[in-house]
């Protein structure tokens, strides 16, 4: 899963595309810890081009979620397909995950 950042003066957006699954999860948690090093806080997820995601993928999402926030940071995900949409609404993560349709939609007041 190729993963492309976008940084501009106050937050990385970063593209996933593929499939975010047990092989790819470290990378992704890897492209996170990059971003907080280098004292980005606010990332948008651009989850457009991901069109699966399993339990592996999840669990990086939450590990995450919770590094970013002990740094008082803000994690914002936008555009899920509606297969990934459906997962999130099955593992209740929609509840914890700040959704947004567009990633204009989630950059709006970070």
């Not at 806080?41 to 999402?61: E, P």
């Not at 209740?92 to 970070?110: N, P, Q, S, W």
Request: aromatic fraction near 4%; include cysteine.
């Amino acid at each position: 899963m190729p993963i492309a950042v976008t940084q501009d003066e106050n937050l990385s957006i970063l593209a996933l595309a593929g499939r975010l699954d047990a092989l790819l999860a470290r990378e992704f948690k890897n492209k996170i810890a990059e971003q907080l090093d280098a004292g980005r806080r606010k990332l948008v997820l651009d989850m457009t081009a991901v069109d699966f995601i399993d339990s592996s993928g999840l669990g990086a999402l939450v590990g995450s979620l919770k590094n970013v926030t002990k740094e008082q940071g803000e994690i914002r995900i936008a555009g899920l397909s509606p297969q990934v949409q459906t997962i999130f609404e099955l593992t209740r993560l929609h509840r914890i995950f700040d959704l947004y349709k567009t990633v204009e939609a989630a950059c709006d007041g970070l």
